[in-house]
């Protein structure tokens, strides 16, 4: 089959590779007819996260139809349209019974790796690095997907692709990125990032009651888009002083809630600090640009939530502790546990509540992903999506 | 390949004052060296013009410092200072013939240097002899005592998990057991439950190739979280080619083996097969952790 693999920093491209095959018994294969380029995929791509090998195939928010089952998937059948969820999750552990699905306990088989870097393993990630168990992704033709019959959410609605695709990760991601914000009547929210899971964020925590939400960022199509399909206010950060600016725009209360869904590779507008995390980052002095979770926290009220989304993957310099600590203010943090959030978004699409394809900005055939990589991590042509049809 | 033994598996208790001391003085007299070449040249008696050279030397001991205070295993990073102090040696003697070397104090420094090898080379001696090879580890499953300690109990059930495992075979309270080695051998002996508390503990001693003990014992998570399991062996490393064969089985960390068995344990108690990917295709294994293969579908023969 044809898929799209990482050869090293800022180099990817497709390659014949073999087809996968059923190994355990609650094992799927998925011939995938939609497959996105995530954000996150960036930071693998820029070379930024750790135990990436050469012709790793990358991917992890796919759509298709089953083709094969194992013998112990009951729940699923040949020809069924499913989505699958970025975290592999075994169903069965206490984490997962605990519906933190992206705790799962089993899934990774390198656990070592994980535990050494972060004190505990990881779960299992389709195509995201070894650290999170080294598996194929998704943006190939086809993918194999342990256990089946805890993961995959069948469609049988009239949705488009389009539609239920980003429930595999960047819808549920931001509507927990929203959730972990407890939103009250008359909350305002602070979303840092316009992309793709910003603007789920910031459309969710509308969905979850949200008085106003302000998103920022730098790039005006993407505040435009923010604007036109969520209804958020925007904010410019270059040329601004953030946390002033957000303090006038709420009486001087700050956000109730704020969350940060840029991660490691933040940019910054006043040249030296930006200068400073680029250089420490480069010298693996630090693992981080930390500058939207820095301004999150010190924007946020007294008392209030910042929410963490964006990717983290290693230690963070000049954290604002004192401020944290001393005006009482919670983080609340995780990868999605997207298996939570499959079905009952689904519901929201199907009322109509939300229409995720509003995101969407590029569709490419499986054999142009490495041009939209280039053209998603530059953000050029206005680029806030790209969609892979192999 | 003789018999060089680890010392008992938990480094800590090996490293005893004398060998943190040792550490904090490498650290010490490396970042002087560093960060005032000149005035520790002066201070051994010399003109204080071999700054470069002062410098490297500090770099070597601010390594050998570092590996001994935070190694678990410091055996090394000892015999590194006692390298270094061997070089010392050498070079003090030939800066006693120097041209502007001030004799008495060159000859003091010497002395140090032969002062401080005393302890090194005792330190050294002491840390890379002793002792069994002893490891610990422990996981929780979600499923009832009962069921987890009669899975257990069953030593047939042991070879899904430990991958090193061939077969066990029960004969009474007496079993056999046969392991898979590197190219293609097999290890065998024969162990005997020497202790046995349903749903608590087991105990075992074996005898033949390579002796070994240990204890696994069952206890209930509080609050419903299932049962945790604790498993603590140890074993008298073989000599001579099994001895290597051994080593290579279980690798450099006995401990980190014991952990992966758990965690394969626990995914065929709670999901009921062993968890792999296409870049760790036999699954949980510190070895293959290390050496991925790409992850992309593998060729299959069929």
């Known amino acids: 089959m044809r898929a799209l693999c990482w050869e090293g920093r800022n180099k990817v491209s497709v390659e014949n590779v073999p087809d996968p095959k059923i190994i355990n018994g609650r094992d799927a294969i998925v011939r995938i007819s939609s497959t996105a380029i995530c954000g996150s995929d960036l930071h693998l791509y820029d070379g930024y996260i750790p135990t990436m090998e050469r012709g790793d195939i990358l991917g992890h928010e796919f759509m298709g139809e089953v083709v094969e089952i194992g013998p112990d998937v009951e729940n699923l059948a040949v020809g069924d349209r499913v989505v699958v969820p970025f975290p592999i999750a075994c169903g069965a552990c206490a984490q997962c019974q605990a519906e933190n699905y992206s705790l799962c306990e089993n899934s990774n088989p390198n656990a070592g790796l994980g535990e050494k870097m972060y004190g505990h393993p990881l779960c299992g990630i389709?195509?995201?690095?070894?650290?999170?168990?080294?598996?194929?992704?998704?943006?190939?033709?086809?993918?194999?997907?342990?256990?089946?019959?805890?993961?995959?959410?069948?469609?049988?609605?009239?949705?488009?692709?389009?539609?239920?695709?980003?429930?595999?990760?960047?819808?549920?991601?931001?509507?927990?990125?929203?959730?972990?914000?407890?939103?009250?009547?008359?909350?305002?929210?602070?979303?840092?990032?316009?992309?793709?899971?910003?603007?789920?964020?910031?459309?969710?925590?509308?969905?979850?009651?949200?008085?106003?939400?302000?998103?920022?960022?730098?790039?005006?199509?993407?505040?435009r888009m923010a604007a036109q399909n969520a209804g958020a206010e925007t904010l410019d950060y270059e040329g601004t002083d953030v946390i002033e600016e957000l303090k006038e725009m709420t009486g001087g209360r700050g956000p109730d809630a704020c969350i940060d869904a840029v991660g490691m590779e933040a940019h910054h507008d006043v040249g030296a600090i930006y200068a400073y995390d680029r250089v420490?980052?480069?010298?693996?002095?630090?693992?981080?640009?930390?500058?939207?979770?820095?301004?999150?926290?010190?924007?946020?009220?007294?008392?209030?939530?910042?929410?963490?989304?964006?990717?983290?993957?290693?230690?963070?310099?000049?954290?604002?502790?004192?401020?944290?600590?001393?005006?009482?203010?919670?983080?609340?943090?995780?990868?999605?546990?997207?298996?939570?959030?499959?079905?009952?978004?689904?519901?929201?699409?199907?009322?109509?509540?939300?229409?995720?394809?509003?995101?969407?900005?590029?569709?490419?055939?499986?054999?142009?992903?490495?041009?939209?990589?280039?053209?998603?991590?530059?953000?050029?042509?206005?680029?806030?999506?790209?969609?892979?049809k192999p | 390949m003789d018999t060089r033994k680890h010392a008992n598996g938990h480094g800590e208790n090996q490293k005893d004052a004398v060998a943190r001391a040792l550490g904090w003085f490498s650290l010490g007299l490396g970042t002087a060296q560093i960060a005032a070449p000149g005035t520790v040249e002066r201070l051994i008696g010399l003109s204080g013009e071999r700054r470069a050279l002062m410098r490297a030397l500090g770099a070597r001991e601010i390594a050998s410092g570092v590996g001994i205070l935070a190694q678990r295993k410091p055996a090394p990073w000892l015999w590194a200072r006692v390298a270094g102090d061997a070089m010392d040696l050498a070079l003090l003697g030939r800066a006693f013939k120097a041209a502007d070397a001030r004799k008495a104090r060159v000859a003091g420094a010497i002395a140090a240097v032969a002062g401080v090898m005393i302890p090194?080379?005792?330190?050294?001696?002491?840390?890379?002899?002793?002792?069994?090879?002893?490891?610990?580890?422990?996981?929780?499953?979600?499923?009832?005592?009962?069921?987890?300690?009669?899975?257990?109990?069953?030593?047939?059930?042991?070879?899904?998990?430990?991958?090193?495992?061939?077969?066990?075979?029960?004969?009474?309270?007496?079993?056999?057991?046969?392991?898979?080695?590197?190219?293609?051998?097999?290890?065998?002996?024969?162990?005997?439950?020497?202790?046995?508390?349903?749903?608590?503990?087991?105990?075992?001693?074996?005898?033949?190739?390579?002796?070994?003990?240990?204890?696994?014992?069952?206890?209930?998570?509080?609050?419903?979280?299932?049962?945790?399991?604790?498993?603590?062996?140890?074993?008298?490393?073989?000599?001579?080619?099994?001895?290597?064969?051994?080593?290579?089985?279980?690798?450099?960390?006995?401990?980190?083996?014991?952990?992966?068995?758990?965690?394969?344990?626990?995914?065929?108690?709670?999901?009921?097969?062993?968890?792999?990917?296409?870049?760790?295709?036999?699954?949980?294994?510190?070895?293959?952790?290390?050496?991925?293969?790409?992850?992309?579908?593998m060729e299959v023969a069929s």
């Open chain 2, 120 to 297: 090194d080379v005792l330190e050294s001696l002491r840390t890379t002899t002793s002792g069994q090879i002893e490891a610990k580890g422990s996981i929780t499953v979600r499923r009832p005592v009962e069921t987890v300690y009669d899975f257990w109990r069953d030593l047939s059930n042991l070879p899904s998990f430990m991958i090193h495992l061939e077969s066990v075979q029960e004969r009474g309270n007496r079993s056999h057991w046969r392991a898979k080695a590197p190219g293609g051998r097999t290890v065998e002996w024969d162990a005997e439950l020497v202790a046995e508390r349903p749903n608590e503990l087991l105990h075992w001693r074996a005898t033949g190739q390579i002796p070994n003990q240990g204890t696994v014992r069952f206890r209930e998570a509080p609050g419903n979280r299932g049962t945790e399991i604790h498993v603590s062996l140890a074993y008298e490393p073989p000599a001579g080619e099994l001895g290597a064969l051994v080593a290579k089985m279980f690798g450099e960390e006995p401990q980190i083996q014991i952990k992966d068995d758990l965690r394969r344990f626990k995914q065929v108690m709670e999901t009921g097969e062993v968890v792999m990917s296409e870049g760790s295709p036999a699954g949980v294994s510190a070895k293959q952790q290390l050496r991925q293969r790409p992850a992309q579908p």
């Open chain 1, 126 to 223: 389709f195509g995201y690095s070894h650290l999170t168990g080294g598996y194929a992704g998704g943006q190939a033709e086809y993918a194999r997907v342990p256990f089946a019959d805890v993961g995959p959410l069948k469609i049988e609605e009239d949705l488009t692709d389009e539609q239920v695709l980003f429930l595999s990760d960047i819808f549920p991601t931001g509507f927990m990125g929203a959730e972990m914000c407890n939103i009250q009547p008359g909350d305002v929210i602070a979303v840092w990032g316009a992309g793709p899971v910003g603007q789920f964020a910031a459309a969710s925590a509308f969905l979850l009651g949200a008085e106003r939400v302000i998103v920022i960022d730098r790039f005006d199509y993407r505040l």
């Open chain 1, 280 to 388: 420490k980052q480069a010298l693996r002095m630090e693992t981080e640009r930390p500058f939207a979770l820095r301004e999150a926290i010190m924007a946020c009220k007294s008392g209030g939530t910042v929410s963490v989304v964006g990717v983290y993957g290693g230690f963070v310099d000049k954290f604002p502790m004192g401020s944290l600590m001393n005006r009482a203010i919670t983080i609340r943090t995780g990868q999605c546990h997207v298996h939570r959030y499959m079905r009952p978004l689904l519901d929201r699409v199907r009322r109509g509540e939300i229409d995720p394809s509003f995101v969407v900005t590029h569709r490419l055939s499986l054999d142009d992903a490495p041009d939209g990589y280039e053209t998603f991590k530059h953000k050029q042509d206005e680029c806030v999506k790209v969609v892979l």
